[in-house]
């Protein structure tokens, strides 16, 4: 019987595919993967299950396990985002969920404005003096911090009533954590970052659409600016 487990497998293989390094096209089968990773039939195929399910593989009998392209994968799945984190698509993931952030969270915060209900106005504004008192502490990437920007970002979506906006939960997470994990989190926030919580925090305690919406876009153009310029710094390096 394989030692492999099924979260060894599930990630050596999808570490593999989202690099790269297992081109889109390449066709895999059960028998090659249980050998190549010393895992059991049964840890193989959950493992495959797994990566079907995210959109990166397709199972066909006769043919194999096929690599599908990586524009048919689900994007927001916070499993890839992670290991696209870790991988040499690392600056475009950043990127490109930045750019999703600039387009929903600002609409976000401007439905949960009208539709937030008083407890959650309430914690909202909880979450926002807590990242105040921790990044005025120069605790921007500690723990503690990361898991009061996380669950201000999480109730923000959730308190715009919108499901479609609530999904993103998930992946913003992935990359707030990715993001602190990799170092990238500054020690004291960009300048802006915390008053434009609790602006936002305090236009949806007071029902105040065009503002939360307004300080909700230029917090995320914030952190939009300091993902592209990782981005340029990272080009710079391997110039």
Same mark, same amino acid.
């Given at each position: ?13 999808g570490r593999? +595919?989202?690099?790269?390094?297992? !081109? ?14 010393? =895992? ?18 397709e199972s066909?009998?006769?043919?194999? +396990? ?5 524009? @048919? ?24 969920? =930045? ?13 949960? =404005? ?69 170092? @990238?989190?500054?020690? +004291? ?38 993902? !592209?310029?990782?981005?340029?710094? !990272?080009? !710079?390096?391997?110039?």
């Open positions: 019987m394989g030692g492999g487990t099924h979260r060894d497998v599930l990630g050596e293989l593999r +595919i989202s690099a790269g390094s297992i !081109a889109p096209g390449t066709v895999l089968t059960l028998a090659g993967i249980e050998q190549e990773q010393g =895992a059991s039939r049964t840890v193989v195929r959950e493992a495959v299950r797994v990566l079907e399910s995210m959109g990166m593989v066909r009998r006769r043919v194999g +396990i096929t690599v599908r392209p990586r524009e @048919l994968w689900d994007a927001l799945d916070p499993q890839l985002i992670q290991w696209n984190l870790d991988g040499p698509f690392r600056q475009q993931q950043l990127e490109a969920l =930045a750019e999703l952030r600039v387009a929903a969270e600002p609409m976000a915060a401007r439905l949960a =404005a009208r539709r937030a209900s008083p407890a959650q106005r309430a914690e909202l504004r909880r979450l926002a003096d807590r990242l105040v008192e921790l990044g005025g502490r120069g605790l921007g990437a500690s723990e503690p911090y990361l898991e009061a920007d996380v669950a201000f970002h999480a109730l923000l979506l959730a308190a715009s009533g919108n499901p479609l906006l609530a999904v993103l939960e998930r992946p913003v997470q992935a990359v707030l954590e990715g993001r602190t994990r990799l170092g @990238l989190t500054p020690a +004291i926030p960009a300048e802006g970052t915390l008053e434009e919580h609790m602006r936002v925090a305090l236009a949806v305690a007071g029902a105040d659409q065009d503002a939360a919406e307004r300080h909700s876009r230029a917090h995320m153009r914030t952190v939009w600016g300091e993902v !592209a310029e990782e981005v340029r710094g !990272a080009a !710079a390096d391997q110039a």
